[in-house]
């Protein structure tokens, strides 16, 4: 069964570093989407991704967060400046025409 | 945001019985309601959904029953077996039922079922 890839699992980080979380969403969907577990808090929408731009984003998603799709597969988020609230499980997802999002393993971001 | 409410943190039950998770929502504009199922260590896995055109739909061992009235839905597994322990959440989302939008999630039930 087709799967979304995230790398890294776990990230530790300085305060204040910039970080980028990478993740493959399937192959023939069209909408990404990253969302973040703070421990202990609830699954919550950052960002979601079609047609190569933003098409809509959450008050969490401030400017210190960008995505990119550099390429045919990739999907990334990136965290310019990490703060130690920053720390969470981030979650790339993706959907496609008749199914909905399908979710990564998660990267567990540490903020230090 | 409360928009999507699992009041129960935990539900503990025996092997063979109904485990019913419970999900209160808010927001009249949602109409597309989800149930995920997450082990540790992994992602949500989708299980299954209603539309709000529907009270109930069925998969197997497992079955939605959403009462829009109420803004209340409940997902119901029969007969509960032990691989079914994980967290469940609940989430919906104002997109009409189509493969895309955000879904807004409520802060999950862990489900244990004993042998």
């Known amino acids: 069964e087709p799967e979304v890839t995230q790398t890294p699992s776990h990230q530790v980080t300085q305060m204040g570093q910039e970080v980028i979380l990478r993740c493959v969403p399937i192959?023939?969907?069209?909408?990404f989407y990253w969302y973040r577990q703070i421990l202990g808090q609830k699954v919550e929408f950052l960002v979601s991704?079609?047609?190569?731009?933003?098409?809509?984003k959450s008050e969490i998603f401030d400017d210190q967060f960008s995505v990119e799709r550099p390429d045919g597969s990739n999907f990334t988020l990136k965290i310019r400046s990490t703060k130690l609230e920053d720390s969470a499980m981030y979650f790339c997802?993706?959907?496609?025409?008749?199914?909905?999002?399908?979710f990564g393993s998660g990267t567990r971001l540490t903020v230090v | 945001d409360q928009q999507v409410k699992q009041n129960s943190p935990s539900l503990s039950v025996q092997e063979g019985r109904i485990s019913i998770l419970n999900c209160d929502y808010t927001n009249s504009m949602f109409d597309y309601f989800l149930w995920y199922k997450k082990y540790p260590a992994e992602g949500p896995t989708f299980l299954i959904s209603i539309s709000s055109i529907k009270d109930k739909n069925e998969d197997g061992r497992f079955t939605v029953f959403l009462n829009k009235s109420a803004k209340h839905l409940s997902l119901h597994i029969v007969p509960s077996q032990p691989g079914d322990s994980a967290v469940y959440f609940c989430a919906a989302s104002g997109d009409g039922g189509t493969s895309y939008g955000k879904l807004t999630f409520g802060q999950g039930t862990i489900l244990t079922v004993h042998p």
């Open positions: 991704f079609y047609n190569n731009e933003i098409s809509e």
């Open positions: 997802a993706s959907s496609g025409t008749g199914s909905r999002d399908t």
């Open positions: 192959s023939n969907h069209l909408y």
